[in-house]
């Protein structure tokens, strides 16, 4: 959306300089629960926000919270950029639900937006959202895992996700924070053809690729994981000093597997680049493909794509 104002320009006259209003929609999915999760990813917006005003660029980011699953508010389809977040418990206890189908009827109505207009609608989904969208386009068989999978866990590309911009920067085996009893299986390939969908990686156990999937790429304007590319170092470690969570991990894995996390989490070669690179990448390719919408000067690829600020994470549990 197009607002207008004056600057002073070379000759020191004033000129009417177009301003761009980015609107981001954020869907909290954490039905009410305990969670920081959310406040990271406005967290990143904000980061990126600040790249785009160091580079005087004219945009301002308009951001809206909405929280879906326990006040049933869904976006309509007028914003710019959708991050869907991760949540607890399964996505098969909603079938029918109000925020279920409002969720979904905006999915629809931003892929015909897509396939008709030029100016695209960006949609970026994590964990919970990564299974209940697997579920709206019954991609794939979503089951409730034998035991919780948490840590700093490897993910592996698939020759799709080696060439797609959604990993671009990562290797082929890089690191991820993640946390969840559910897991999305058994895809369908002859539905993800249909849909011209593609898997771009896999769980892994860091020698072969397990069964679940950890991303698809719905559209060209839609990316999904299981994982939380919104996590860091320093929340995780906050979060599993408090007494009752390491008490709580313990019990999932034992003592040895929670000190082998904590060594994880502290490797700046697993989880760090994974946080710079994929939350903060989607927002760059979605920002540059509106700036030339708009015929507007686009942001210029920086190799920091997120600063070094601690985030606080509380509860990533799927």
């Known amino acids: 959306m197009y607002s207008y104002q004056r600057s002073l320009n070379e ?11 980015v609107r981001i929609a954020v869907l909290d999915m954490n039905n009410g629960a305990r969670n920081i999760g959310v406040r990271n990813i406005k967290r990143i917006i ?7 005003r160091a580079a005087h660029l004219q945009v301002d980011f308009e951001v ?4 879906v699953r326990d006040r049933n508010e869904v976006p309509d389809a007028s914003y710019d950029i959708y991050i869907s ?28 937006h897509n396939a008709t207009k030029e100016n695209k609608k960006f949609v970026f989904g994590i964990c919970h959202s990564f299974q209940m969208m697997a579920k709206k386009f019954a991609v794939a068989e979503i089951t409730k895992r034998e035991n919780r999978y948490v840590g700093v866990v490897p993910i592996i590309k698939t020759p799709e996700g080696q060439k ?11 690191y991820a924070f993640d946390n969840r009893d559910w897991q999305v299986i058994n895809p369908d390939y002859q539905k993800m053809s249909q849909l011209g969908a593609s898997i771009l990686s896999y769980e892994s156990n860091g020698h ?14 839609i990316e999904t994981v299981q994982f939380h590319p919104e996590a860091e170092k320093h929340g995780i470690l906050m979060r599993f ?3 009752s969570e390491k008490q709580h991990i313990v019990e999932l894995l034992g003592e040895a597997k929670f000190d082998e996390l904590i060594q994880s989490v502290n490797n700046p070669n697993k989880l760090t680049k994974t946080y710079k690179t994929v939350l903060p990448g989607f927002l760059w390719r979605s920002y540059n493909q509106l700036m030339r919408y708009y015929e507007m000067p686009q942001l210029e690829k920086f190799d920091d794509t997120a600063s070094q600020m601690p985030l606080s994470f ?3 549990h799927n």
């Open 85 to 112: 977040s991760g949540g607890p418990g399964s996505p098969l206890d909603d079938d029918g639900a109000e925020f279920e189908l409002k969720f979904f009827g905006l999915l629809d109505a931003l892929i015909d």
């Open 241 to 243: 000093s408090d007494p």
């Open 46 to 52: 904000e980061q990126f926000s600040h790249k785009v």
């Open 164 to 174: 797609d911009v959604l990993f671009e920067g990562l290797q082929e085996k890089f």
């Open 11 to 21: 000759e020191n006259t004033l000129d009417w300089l177009p301003q761009i209003a």
């Open 314 to 316: 509380s509860d990533f």
């Open 64 to 67: 809206s919270h909405f929280h």
């Open 208 to 221: 072969e690729i397990g069964n679940a999937v950890t991303a698809i790429r719905y559209t060209p304007e």
